[in-house]
């Protein structure tokens, strides 16, 4: 990895940290993007500090925001640098109803529009790579069926579990969709479920005497990590695309996912929710 460069999206803490800190020693550059400047800062020197690995960098971005998703892209794009690897690992699960500064349902927004911008932002970068990675981190929470309309929009009664598992099913749908639209493009786009992570913001449902014995049902972020790193700088990992893994190996997911003419639309509808083109893709 010592001549790639990648992106970890909310690497400041958790399995965001732990993928970047492991990408950063096997040698990769690594740009951090992360939403506090001194929380990101503070983990930046903390990677540089543990692996020695000074090709560090800090973007800023709220991942609320389509424009700040679009800041943050133009601020690498100017560099000229190809990426190799992008690593869509930001996320969060609200247990209240809030919507996005471009109106839409702040789980929706934050767990899938981002990525889905970021990536469609970023694609010529990766196709500048010899074998570019699109990792995307999705989860085993997947709901059953896909209501666009209601997706995007905060519903009453409100539940964050449910928000969350719609978010998820969009994320493996899209990288199902786009995985195979790339196919011979030389960009692998694979999804994952890294476990149940214990952090202290995963555990702010568990009920507080139980927060003791929450760490030792969950993995650790360094755990959760592991199968972000194999997707992401493995040899054989490169070859794979299309695929959703949990528990170290490709596993299924819910059968709606499968659902190519949902995927389609779900794919069109999104290019309509970000402002991107028709031929996003840049493909013929």
Same mark, same amino acid.
């Given at each position: ?56 960098? *800090? !973007? %800023?971005?709220? =991942? ?5 998703? &679009?800041? $943050?892209?133009? +601020? ?44 469609? *932002? !970023? %694609?010529?970068? =990766? ?5 570019? &990675?699109? $990792?995307?981190? +999705? ?146």
């Amino acid at each position: 990895m010592k001549e790639k460069i990648c992106m970890v999206t909310g690497a400041n803490s958790g399995i965001g940290f732990a993928a970047a800190r492991g990408l950063a020693e096997r040698g990769a550059a690594v740009v951090m993007v992360c939403r506090n400047r001194e929380r990101g800062e503070a983990a930046r020197k903390e990677i540089v500090r543990q692996t020695g690995n000074e090709r560090i960098e *800090l !973007l %800023l971005c709220d =991942l609320s925001s389509l424009k700040s998703v &679009r800041d $943050v892209s133009e +601020a690498f794009r100017s560099r000229g640098d190809r990426l190799d690897v992008l690593v869509n690992n930001a996320g969060g699960l609200f247990d209240r109803p809030q919507t996005s500064a471009d109106g839409f349902e702040m789980t929706f927004a934050v767990n899938y529009l981002a990525p889905y911008l970021l990536t469609h *932002l !970023l %694609l010529d970068k =990766l196709r500048a790579s010899d074998n570019g &990675r699109i $990792v995307n981190v +999705a989860s085993v929470m997947q709901a059953k069926t896909l209501d666009l309309d209601a997706a995007i929009r905060p519903q009453t009664p409100y539940s964050g579990f449910n928000a969350y598992r719609t978010a998820k099913l969009a994320v493996i749908m899209a990288t199902y969709f786009m995985a195979e639209r790339l196919g011979g493009s030389g960009i692998a786009v694979n999804a994952l479920h890294p476990g149940v992570i214990y952090t202290p913001q995963s555990t702010r449902s568990v009920p507080g005497f139980l927060r003791p014995l929450a760490k030792l049902f969950m993995s650790s972020p360094e755990q959760g990590a592991r199968l972000i790193l194999h997707l992401a700088a493995s040899p054989e990992a490169g070859s794979s695309s299309g695929k959703y893994y949990a528990g170290g190996r490709a596993v299924s997911t819910v059968p709606v996912s499968y659902d190519s003419q949902q995927q389609r639309v779900l794919y069109e509808r999104s290019l309509q929710w970000t402002g991107l083109p028709e031929n996003a893709l840049g493909l013929d």
